[in-house]
C-alpha cells in the first residue's frame, strides 16, 4: 500500500485525506482519487465481478472506457469507479456480486463455463413449452442487472438542461484538440473546447511525450475559447446537434463546425486469463503513476507491439516497479529512442514472443505470474516458453480510433489490413477530425493537424485568415500489431470482458452460420455490454475475418449509435427551460387570483381562488357558468387566415367536412385526419367572405398544422395563402343563459336575437368599441358567443365583459371548469380522447365526414379501415360515486381480465351529480346500458354503465337558444 503522504499526481493533493468505504470496508484516500485510484492505493484491486462467470475483475484503462470498474453508490448505479472522485463518508458497493466483490459466492459460475457455450440461451430457454415464464426467467431476473436498484427512491439532487450556440466545437482536448481550438479562435471563430476529463492535455498528462508549446496555458488565455472539463459529449445528431452532459446538467448545442479529436482506445491481447486483476492497459498504468501517484504494482511484465510500450516500461520503472521483462510481439529490429534507454538498464526484451497464460492468484483475485511462449506463426503461440512471477502486466499492443462521434456523423470506417491501421472519412463537410483519430500518431503531427483542422474550420465559418490550412502528411507507420490474439486451448482467453466472450464463443459463432459481424454480435452478444464494444470490436473483427477467409476491411465494424457512453434517466428528465406564453390578458387573470396551469406552451387559469380545495372552486365555477354567466381567456386557440381563390377548396382537401357551400357568415367544425385516417386536429371554420376564411385549431396544434398547410399546398399549389394570426388576437368566451344579456350591453351594430344571429354563425362589428370577429359556438353545451378582437385589445375587452356582466354575477372560469363542462356535453378534446390510432367512426363522428367529396387527406386510408372496424369504440359512462381507490385518466377497461382500452376523460359532474367519463371499450360492450369493468391504479375493479356521451342537454336546446 502506498503512504498518501508520499503520493504525488497531477490530479490529487495528498495533504488532504479523505475516508470512504467499499463494500462496508473503510479505506482512506486523498482529495482528488477516484474510487478506483484510491483503492489501487490501498492495495485492492478487486472492484467488481464479470458478468456471466462472476470472475474478479480490476483496472484495465483507468478511463472509464470499460465495465471492470463499474459500482453502486447509493441507489446510483453503474457509476465508473475510475472516474468517480471520493468524498469523505462515500460508501461504494461493488454490483453484480453474491456477497461481496472479494468473496462472491457465484464464482462457482466459472467452472460451469462449459456448459453454456454461445447462444446456449437460444436453445435452452424455450422449451418445453412454457418453461420459461416458470423456471428460467425468474432465476435469470434475480441475476440480471449490474446494480439493485430501489425504484421507490427518486433520484437525488437538480437536474436541468441549458442551450448553447458556438462557431466551432471541438470535443478532446489533447494536443490535437487544443491546438485546433487555437487556431480556430486566433482565426476569430467562437470556440468550445469540452473534454470528459478533470484537466485538459490528454495524453500530455500521463504519457511520455513533451512539447516545446504550452498548449494549456495558450488555450486557458484565449478570449475566444471556453474551456468544459468533466463533459461528455454523448452523440453527434442531424445539423451539429450535440448533446454535452456535464455534472446533473445537459447542454444541448449547435455549433457551426464541429472537431473531433477524440482520441484512440488502447486495445487488450487475447491470452488465457487475460482478465486477471493486476493485467492493464500500459497507458491504464502510466495515468495511476502520473495522475495519483499510485504505483501499479511490484514486479512487472510488458506486452508490447509498439514504442509506447517502452514509455510505460521507463514510467514503471521511475515509479519503483521492477520490470522482469518486456515481451515484444513483433520480432527484432524495431529499436526506436525509448526502447535504446530499456536497453541501457538491462530490461530483458524478448521479440517475436507472445503472452500465452496469465496465471493467477488463489480465487483468480490478483495475477501471479505469466507464461511466455515465442511466436511460431501469427497469433500462434510456440511450444517454446518461459514462466515469470510477477504480479502486474502492462498491455501495449495497439489502438482503435475513437471512432463513435465521427461515425454518428455520418463517417466511413475503413481498414488498412497491411497498415493494421483504421481510417475514417465521408462525414461532411461541417464536422472535422483531428490528431490521432484521423491516423496521426507521433505528437509533433497530431498538433500540426489540428491546427490545420481549426484553421479551416474558422473559414468554413466565414473568418477571414490571410494563412491557408496546411495538413501535415500521415505517417504511414502504425503502432498496431496485426493480431495480438493468441488463443488457448483451455479458453478464457476473453475478447469482451463485458459479456465474458472467449475467442472460441466468437469461432462457434461463425461454425454455427453467423459470418456477418452484425449478425455475430447478435448471436453472441459481443458488444453489447456498458462498453459497446470499445475493446472487442477489432478482436472481433480480426476473429471473423481470420474464420471466414476475408479481409478486416471486408468484414468491417458494428454500428456505433448513440449515447457514447451511459447516461442518466434523471439527465435525460431534467428540468427543460421551455419558454412559455402568455395571453394579453394576463394581468387581469392575475388580478383575480387565478391558479396557473401550463396547456402546451401557454400559461391559462386552471381555476380561480387560492383556497386548498380546489375541486370545489371549480365546481362552483361550472354551477355559475351553466345557470347564469361566466367568461373564459381563449386567446390560446390557434386562429388561421386561409384567404385566396381556392381557399374552399383547400379547406375541402385538409378536412374531412365540406366547405365549398359554406356560406358567408356562417361556421363549420372542423375535423382533421392524417394520411392514415388517424383524427389529428379540430376546430372551426368561419367564412368571412366568397375568398376567405378564419380558421381555428386546438391549443397545442396549431403550429404543427400550419406546417401541414404549407407543406400540403406546395404540393397542391392552390391560389391560396396562409398565415397563422394566433399571436394577433385575442379571445374571450361568453357563455351561459345570460351571455346574450351580457354582450348586448357591449355592442349596438352587431344584432343578437336567435334569428339575426343563430347558432353557428358568424358576424363582424365592435364590441366594447373594438373591432371584433364574433361567433357562436356552444363547446360547453351553453348559449355562448366566441369574441375575437386585436391582442392590443384584449385586456380592456376582459375588463369591458366583466363590467357589463355584473348584474348578472358573472365570473371567469378556468381551463379546468372547461373541461368538465365539455365532458359533460360529450365534447373530445384531441389528443386526451384520442390516440395515434383513432378514427371519426370509433369517436361516432361520422357525421363530420364527408364522404362524397373525391378527396380529402385520410380518406383512402378511412375507406380501408371502416371496412374492417376495429374492436374498440368510445363510449361514455356514469357512476354514481367515484370509488375510495379513485379512478384516473389512463386507468384500464378490462374485459374477461385483457385489456378492452382506456379511460380518457373522467370526473364528478356537478351538473348531474354523478361520476360521468369517456373510455374506449370494446365494441361489442359500446351500445346503451351496457356494463364496463374500469380497473383502478390499486389493481381494484369497478363496474360502470355505458351511457351517451352526451350527458347535458343531450337536444342542444340550451345552447341553441
Known sequence: MNSATLRKGLLIDASRKLKFTFDGREYEGVAGDTIASALAANGEWILSRSFKYHRPRGILTMAAQDANTLVQIG?????????????????????????SARRDSAF??????????????????????????????????????LGKLDVTKPTQGYYDKAYGWYDVVVVGAGPAG???????????????????????????????????????????????????????????????????????RLYKLRAKQVIFATGLIEQPSQFRNNDLPGIMQGSAAQRLIRLFGVKPGNRAVILAANDDAYGVALDLLEAGVDLAAICDLRKAGHHGPLRSEITQRNVSILDGWCLHEA????????????????????????????????DLVCMSVGYVPAYQLPLQAGGKLAYDDVAAQFTIDGQGKAVLLAGSVDGFFDLDGCIAHGAGQGLAAAINCGYQSERRPALPVRDRGSPNHPCPIFPHLKGMDFVDFDEDLQVKDIK?????????????????????????????????????????????????????RPPVTTEKIATLAGRKFTPFRQTPMHEQHTAQGAAWLLAGNWLRPA??????DAKRLIAEEVVNARNNVGMID???????????????????????????????????????????????????????????????????????????????????????????????????????????????????????SPQDFPYLAYREGTVAGIPARVFRVGFIGELGYEIHVPSRFASELWRAIGDAGKEFSIRPFGLEAQRLMRLEKGHVIIGQDTDGMT???????????????????????????NKTLSSRKLVGFVLDRMPMAGLQESNLVVKNGSIAGFITSIAFSPSLGRVIGLAYADRSDADLGSRIVLRASDGSEHHAQVASPHFYDPENLRQEM
Open 359 to 390: 496465471q493467477p492468484e488463489k480465487g483468480h483475485s490478483h495475477v501471479r505470474g505469466v507464461e511466455l511462449a515465442e511466436i511460431d506463426a501469427e497469433g500462434t503461440a510456440g511450444r517454446r516458453r518461459r514462466r515469470i512471477d510477477c
Open 839 to 865: 378514427t371519426p367512426e370509433e369517436l361516432d363522428m361520422n357525421w363530420a365526414v364527408a364522404n362524397s367529396k373525391p378527396f380529402f387527406i385520410g380518406k383512402r386510408s378511412l375507406e380501408i379501415r
Open 607 to 612: 381555476y380561480y381562488g387560492h383556497e386548498p
Open 508 to 560: 462457434n459463432a461463425i461454425a454455427d452460420g453467423y459470418r456477418e459481424l452484425e449478425l455475430v454480435k447478435r448471436f453472441s452478444t459481443v458488444g453489447m455490454g456498458p462498453s459497446q464494444g470499445r475493446h472487442a470490436a477489432l478482436a472481433t473483427a480480426m476473429l471473423v475475418s481470420k474464420y471466414t477467409n476475408r479481409t478486416i476491411s471486408e468484414v468491417g465494424v458494428t454500428t456505433a
Open 178 to 248: 487544443m491546438a485546433a481550438a487555437i487556431a480556430a479562435a486566433d482565426a476569430g471563430a467562437s470556440v468550445l473546447l469540452v473534454d470528459e476529463n478533470p484537466r485538459i492535455g490528454g495524453a500530455l498528462n500521463y504519457a511520455r511525450l513533451a512539447t516545446e508549446r504550452d498548449l494549456v496555458s495558450e488555450v486557458k488565455g484565449h478570449s475566444k475559447i471556453e474551456i468544459w472539463t468533466d463533459a461528455i459529449c454523448n452523440a453527434w445528431y442531424a445539423d451539429n446537434w450535440l448533446p454535452v452532459i456535464r455534472g446533473n
Open 634 to 752: 381563449v386567446s390560446t386557440l390557434g386562429g388561421l387566415d386561409v384567404r385566396g381563390a381556392d381557399a374552399a377548396e383547400f379547406l375541402n382537401r385538409m378536412y374531412t367536412f365540406a366547405y365549398v357551400k359554406l356560406p358567408v357568415g356562417k361556421t363549420r367544425y372542423l375535423l382533421m385526419t392524417n394520411e392514415a385516417g388517424t383524427v389529428i386536429d379540430d376546430g372551426v371554420a368561419c367564412r368571412r367572405g366568397e375568398n376567405y376564411f378564419y380558421v381555428t385549431a386546438t391549443t397545442t396544434g396549431v403550429d404543427r398544422i400550419y406546417r401541414n398547410m404549407l407543406w400540403w399546398n406546395a404540393q397542391w399549389r392552390l391560389d391560396v395563402d396562409i398565415a397563422n394570426v394566433t399571436a394577433a388576437y385575442a379571445g374571450v368566451n361568453l357563455a351561459g343563459p345570460n351571455a346574450r344579456k351580457v354582450l348586448a350591453q357591449l355592442t349596438d351594430d352587431i344584432a343578437l
Open 108 to 145: 462457482v459460475m466459472n467452472r460451469l463455463s462449459r456448459f453454456m457455450p454461445v447462444g446456449f440461451y437460444y436453445r435452452t430457454f424455450y422449451k418445453p413449452k412454457g418453461i420459461w415464464e416458470k423456471v428460467w426467467e425468474p432465476i435469470i431476473r434475480a441475476k440480471a442487472g
Open 75 to 99: 441507489n446510483e448505479v453503474s457509476v465508473f469507479a475510475d472516474r468517480h472522485p471520493i468524498s469523505d463518508g462515500l460508501a461504494v458497493r461493488a454490483q453484480n456480486v453474491g456477497n
